[in-house]
C-alpha cells in the first residue's frame, strides 16, 4: 500500500515538469547535453528512473529537509527563476531561498562522502548564484558518513553560461555514463578504463 503509492507520487512528479524548446534547465548545464534529448525520445526510459530506490531516498531526504527549512527559517522551496540569454531561457528551480535574504540551499544525497562537494554541483550553484542574483548558495550533503555544508559564493557571469550553453562536450564527465538511464543505447557511451 505505502511502496505503491509512493512510486505512484513519484511518477506524478516526475510528469509535473514537461520541456520546452527554448528553455534550458540549470541541470541541463551541468550533465551530458545527450541527456535531455534521450530524455525527450525516449520518456518511458526517463520514468522507469522513478522506480530507482536511490533517486527515491534522495527524494525524500530533499522533501524532508525543505519541509524543516520552511519551519525553521520561513523558507521558501522549490523556487523557479529564468532569465533570457540570446535566443535561449536558462530556467532553474533551486530547493530553497532563505526568507528576506539572497541565500539558496541546495541538498544533494550521496552514496559515500570522498571528494564531497563535487565540482558539477559547485557548477550548479554558481548557476543558481547568476540566475537568482544570490549572494550565495549552500550546498548541504546527507551522505551515510556524514552530513556537511559548503557555501558557494562565486557565480558565473553571462560570458560563462554561453560558454556552457556553447559546450557540447559529450559526455561532460567521464562518469557519468556509468549513471545513466540512456547508456545502453548510447553511441557516446565512455566506458573507464583500469
Not at 525553521?72 to 540570446?86: H, P, Q
Not at 560563462?160 to 557519468?176: A, V
Request: glycine share 2%.
Amino acid at each position: 500500500m505505502i511502496v505503491e503509492r509512493l512510486f505512484q507520487w513519484r511518477i506524478e512528479e516526475h510528469n509535473k515538469h514537461k520541456r520546452e524548446n527554448d528553455v534550458v534547465w540549470v541541470t541541463d548545464l551541468i550533465y551530458c547535453p545527450l541527456k535531455p534529448k534521450y530524455e525527450a525520445k525516449y520518456p518511458i526510459l526517463s520514468e522507469a528512473n522513478c522506480y530507482d530506490p536511490n533517486t527515491m531516498q534522495g527524494l525524500l531526504v530533499h522533501v524532508g529537509l525543505e519541509k524543516l527549512l520552511e519551519k525553521w527559517f520561513n523558507a521558501k522551496t522549490e523556487v523557479e527563476a529564468e532569465r533570457s540569454l540570446g535566443n535561449k531561457r536558462v530556467r532553474g528551480r533551486i530547493d530553497a531561498l532563505l526568507e528576506n535574504s539572497r541565500i539558496g540551499i541546495e541538498i544533494k544525497t550521496a552514496k559515500a562522502d570522498s571528494y564531497i562537494p563535487y565540482e558539477h554541483h559547485i557548477e550548479q550553484a554558481k548557476t543558481y548564484n547568476w540566475l537568482s542574483n544570490l549572494d550565495k548558495t549552500i550546498l548541504v550533503y546527507v551522505t551515510p558518513e556524514r552530513v556537511a555544508e559548503y557555501e558557494i559564493a562565486e557565480s558565473y557571469n553571462d560570458a560563462e553560461i554561453k560558454n556552457m550553453l556553447n559546450n557540447l562536450k559529450i559526455p561532460r564527465y567521464d562518469w557519468e555514463c556509468s549513471y545513466c538511464s540512456y547508456s545502453h543505447i548510447c553511441p557516446n557511451k565512455v566506458v573507464k578504463r583500469k
